[in-house]
């Protein structure tokens, strides 16, 4: 009862209430889900018992079998999830890869692509954290921010191509445009304004607020600076603190 079939063999072999399959194979396999909304060719085509999932978009959802709570709109979004649930994807390719992770949110094209095994993640943008595999709860919102991440965890990323080089670094906040661009495996930083960190690749403990703060740094731990182009030369030296104006513009120890 309740439901609605549009298209070749949309809702051929369901059993149960309150769907809506619109599309050539939408929800085809569908046997006792319930409350599914599905628009578009083959979406939710392989779901057999997963209930409250809506796909909209080619091949949407597709692969899903029997996991609940999920939202994809989009070209092939969220295309390999089987049993992950509480995802939310929008974006063509979004969250494709994803296949048992649970709580991902990813808007954007091709944001957080590549994600398989970890669970948690935020991304908004396109590109945002596209590489990311197996790193879990972190927050990039931005065009291609945290672009290069793997398996870095609880990261908080802000801006456009904010820790782009970022692989497996856990625990930075780099908010700005290009802040903390280079940075590799360098942990528990804190770059806040464009360029801020900008260099910084495997440097740790450091804190960056301005615009161009310690721009130049990229071994250098344990440094505080606090103003537009302070520390701005340094690059190895650490335990430095600069405050203000062009401070310490050109330390490098």
Do not use: P
């Not at 009862?1 to 070749?8: E, K, M, R, S």
């Not at 209430?17 to 060719?41: L, Q």
């Not at 063509?92 to 669970?119: E, K, M, P, R, V």
Request: no cysteine.
């Amino acid at each position: 009862a309740d439901n609605t079939a549009v298209g070749q063999d949309a809702l051929m072999n369901n059993t149960t209430h309150s769907n809506t399959a619109v599309g050539r194979y939408a929800m085809r396999a569908n046997t006792t889900g319930t409350e599914s909304v599905a628009v578009g060719k083959g979406a939710l085509s392989a779901n057999t018992t997963g209930n409250y999932n809506t796909a909209v978009g080619y091949n949407a959802l597709d692969a899903n079998t029997t996991a609940s709570n999920n939202l994809a709109i989009g070209y092939g979004a969220l295309g390999a999830n089987t049993t992950g649930t509480r995802n939310l994807a929008v974006g063509d390719y979004a969250l494709d890869a994803n296949t048992d992770q649970n709580d991902n949110t990813a808007i954007g094209y091709l944001a957080l692509s590549a994600n398989t095994t970890a669970h948690s993640n935020t991304a908004l943008g396109s590109y945002a954290a596209y590489a990311t595999t197996t790193g879990r709860e972190n927050v990039a919102i931005g065009f291609k921010s945290f672009y290069t991440n793997t398996g870095g965890k609880e990261n908080v990323i802000i801006g456009q191509n904010a820790g782009y080089s970022s692989t497996t670094a856990d625990e930075n906040v780099f908010i700005g445009q290009s802040a903390g661009y280079h940075n590799t495996t360098g942990e528990k930083n804190t770059f806040v304004g464009r360029k801020a960190g900008q260099a910084n690749t495997t440097a740790d403990y450091n804190t960056f607020i301005g615009h161009k703060a310690a721009q130049s740094n990229t071994t250098g731990n344990e440094n505080t600076v606090v103003g537009t182009s302070a520390l701005y030369y340094n690059t190895t030296g650490s335990s430095n603190t600069a405050v203000g104006y062009n401070a310490s513009l050109n330390n490098n120890g």
